[in-house]
């Protein structure tokens, strides 16, 4: 059931350029007048500006450009997806957070986001440079009814979805390089961290983290990655709202969720070697201490990368250090 704060932002995004009064807003919400101005002061406190006039009734004439739980549920039309939202100013991981919060029962769809982190992370508990409130740090608790041997798959379909959000907000090219970063050029932009809690036969949650390189200038990195990575600001010169980008990472999320749970993997492993970063590219890699080359052919189902030897043959890598 939507919250009191769901409702009335729902209300003021239908009647974005009209008066609601608070006798009306009373009566629709089924709240006291009381409800609704504590609702109102609310919106105020969190930076909306709100027109009152007596006799007329509010409106809502600015929304603050700051992440809260308010202003990424204004006009957020998913279904499930960031209906429960847990915003932080500081944490040490929306990760670790999430997984807490799913150990305890929250619902499939609950998103905890940040301004910053202060022990970001990434794959094989790699440190992720997250101390600023530049870029977008959050993380979704998933409740899939799939297998665990599925899990990867869910680390692929995020990154598709990330690729062709970014890609299409950007108009910069936005490629995947497996298993779980995103590229602009040679730097990365982005990454995505799939953690899973499971018994043999049945997975009880997953939550997908993804960090994303908003607004920074290439000064702001720590000076162990200036260069390697890179901002959506640094390769177009333009800043971002990261309220509308994490929107639309949220609507499309949940479309091709769904779609991917009707369809399976096939439509995924399509889109995902569209976007490939270095696909049919040579590569060194090393598995087991030991050295090759290959060429980048594609992805199996689950989520191994497919690599052309020298001698002709395919392999299918699942771990690997790759030399890129």
């Known amino acids: 059931m939507a919250s009191t704060r769901d409702r009335i932002i729902a209300l003021f995004v239908a009647n974005e350029d009209t008066y609601l009064s608070g006798q009306a807003i009373s009566e629709q919400l089924n709240i006291s007048r009381t409800a609704v101005w504590k609702q109102i002061n609310i919106l105020k406190k969190d930076g909306y500006q709100v027109d009152a006039i007596p006799n007329k009734g509010y409106r809502i004439i600015s929304t603050p450009d700051k992440l809260s739980e308010n202003t990424l549920q204004w006009g957020l039309d998913t279904k499930w997806l960031g209906k429960t939202i847990h915003h932080y100013p500081t944490i040490d991981s929306t990760q670790t957070k999430a997984n807490a919060l799913a150990y305890e029962g929250a619902p499939h769809g609950t998103i905890v986001v940040a301004d910053k982190q202060e022990a970001g992370r990434g794959r094989m508990n790699r440190q992720w440079f997250s101390d600023n409130n530049q870029g977008i740090w959050l993380s979704i608790i998933l409740r899939p009814s799939v297998l665990p041997f599925q899990a990867p798959q869910f680390t692929l379909l995020v990154g598709t979805i990330l690729a062709e959000v970014l890609t299409k907000e950007t108009d910069v090219a936005v490629k995947i390089k497996w298993p779980n970063d995103l590229f602009i050029g040679n730097y990365k932009v982005a990454g995505i961290l799939t953690e899973m809690q499971a018994e043999q036969d049945t997975v009880h949650h997953l939550v997908v ?101 020298i001698d002709k043959q395919i392999t299918a890598l699942y771990s690997a250090e790759i030399d890129w």
């Open 209 to 309: 983290g993804i960090g994303i390189n908003v607004n920074q200038t290439r000064t702001r990195f720590d000076t162990s990655i200036q260069t390697k990575a890179t901002s959506l600001r640094e390769a177009t010169g333009t800043i971002y709202s990261r309220i509308i980008l994490i929107q639309q990472i949220l609507r499309s999320f949940e479309a091709e969720y769904e779609n991917f749970i009707k369809q399976g993997f096939n439509p995924i492993k399509t889109k995902w070697e569209q976007r490939a970063y270095k696909l049919n590219e040579w590569v060194t890699y090393y598995t087991n201490n030991q050295k090759a080359e290959g060429k980048i052919k594609g992805i199996q189902e689950d989520g191994a990368l497919l690599v052309e030897r």
